[in-house]
């Protein structure tokens, strides 16, 4: 495989998709190439975080020892300057994306543009990265969850209700989830290298209880949301992957072994993105 297509992490692109899916579904009437810049934000904002962790995390060492897929910069397939502008790039794609829909709609989507790209370079770059003392799944939930959802019904719909903060829910549990067994796989090299993640902070059983607890809430949520729309029931469909899931965890496998269940949680998402879209779609 390409090695910029390591690098951009491909199977984390669901985090990306889901929330554009799910908002723009829910509008009452669709303005495509909204639809589409808000996809290219959303693709491109997860891809420059991809690259620019790998960067971040590269040139402090961080990735050495660790388990998870090939990172490019630790294992020497590109220099930190060439990923680094990978990130740049990828982030300047999501900004050109992102200025247009703040043109054509408001520029309040300018500034929370703006503060998203700072948060997704603030995870693992600069002095004090956040990603370092176990912040990064709130930020995870904020912005993969309801910024991205609420922020793609509203570039469609101009207007904000419960219903759409309702549906981001399920979207940042599930993105929170991928990063939460994204940083158990890592827990004994963070733990290491000084990494503070919230895996570190607390521990494998009580991270292990987190990720279930997420898993509940995003299918109890997607449930109730049945109020907007009856045809969300049609998420119960996504139980026995759900259950699936949460018994493995439980069974307490740990290292290379979470690498699949990472991609399950992450096809999760994206079936319950699918289903909830079509149930919502109009």
Do not use: H
């Not at 090695?3 to 509008?27: C, D, E, F, N």
């Not at 599930?174 to 090299?189: K, M, Q, T």
């Not at 992957?241 to 493995?248: G, L, S, Y």
Request: glycine share 8%; net charge positive.
């Amino acid at each position: 495989m390409n090695k910029w297509l390591i690098g951009a992490r491909i199977k984390t692109l669901p985090a990306a998709i889901s929330p554009v899916l799910i908002g723009t579904s829910y509008a009452e009437q669709i303005t495509w190439i909204n639809a589409a810049l808000a996809l290219i934000v959303a693709l491109f904002l997860q891809i420059a975080v991809n690259y620019a962790n790998d960067y971040s995390d590269g040139i402090k060492g961080t990735d050495q020892n660790r388990i998870g897929p090939i990172r490019l910069v630790a294992s020497g397939l590109a220099s930190a300057v060439a990923v680094r502008n990978a990130a740049y790039i990828s982030f300047l794609i999501a900004a050109i994306a992102g200025s247009i829909l703040s043109f054509n709609i408001s520029m309040w989507l300018f500034i929370i543009g703006g503060i998203s790209i700072l948060a997704a370079w603030g995870y693992t770059g600069g002095k004090k990265p956040y990603g370092y003392i176990g912040f990064g799944e709130l930020s995870v939930f904020v912005f993969f969850g309801l910024v991205a959802t609420i922020g793609s019904y509203y570039i469609q719909s101009e207007e904000l209700n419960w219903q759409i903060f309702l549906l981001s829910i399920p979207v940042g549990c599930l993105s929170c989830a991928v990063l939460v067994i994204n940083n158990l796989r890592d827990l004994s090299n963070d733990k290491l290298v000084g990494k503070r993640t919230l895996a570190v902070l607390l521990g494998d059983k009580k991270t292990r209880n987190f990720y279930i607890i997420l898993l509940v809430i995003s299918q109890l949520v997607s449930i109730s949301a049945a109020v907007i729309d009856i045809k969300m029931l049609f998420t119960l469909i996504c139980i026995p992957m759900t259950v699936n899931v949460i018994k493995k965890i439980a069974t307490g496998v740990g290292g290379i072994e979470l690498i699949p269940i990472l991609g399950k949680t992450a096809r999760l998402q994206l079936l319950l993105a699918i289903i909830t879209a079509a149930a919502l779609f109009n």
